[in-house]
């Protein structure tokens, strides 16, 4: 086994480990803000890591083109995607009041 190799396994696992710890975050989490929060940051950094670790293994230039535009994809993707989640959320009122420390979104500024 080669260092890189080492390396691209470490990545890999890390990747896997912070993929497994959003999910739970998303199964744990009571609201859906904040299971956005747990949905999308710890996802795509683990997607990020093992899409490096698959790429220092693969070395193959098409291969890593590909894993390239994936990891593109999701980082253009996820934020928007959150975003918009967490506005119809907002608007459909599927949160807790209590756990919010500050409503910017409220029209009547009471918060």
Known sequence: MTVL???SGALVLGGSALALTAAIGVVRF????????AASKPQVLGLL???TGAGLRLRGHAD???LILAGMFTLITAP???NRVGQ???REQSFRDDL???D???DHGAN
């Open 64 to 66: 890593v083109g590909m």
């Open 80 to 82: 928007v995607v959150a």
């Open 104 to 106: 910017e979104l409220d």
């Open 88 to 90: 119809l959320a907002y």
């Open 5 to 7: 190799d080492a390396v």
């Open 100 to 102: 919010l420390i500050r």
């Open 30 to 37: 009571p609201d859906t803000l904040s299971r956005l929060q």
């Open 49 to 51: 890591l093992v899409l």
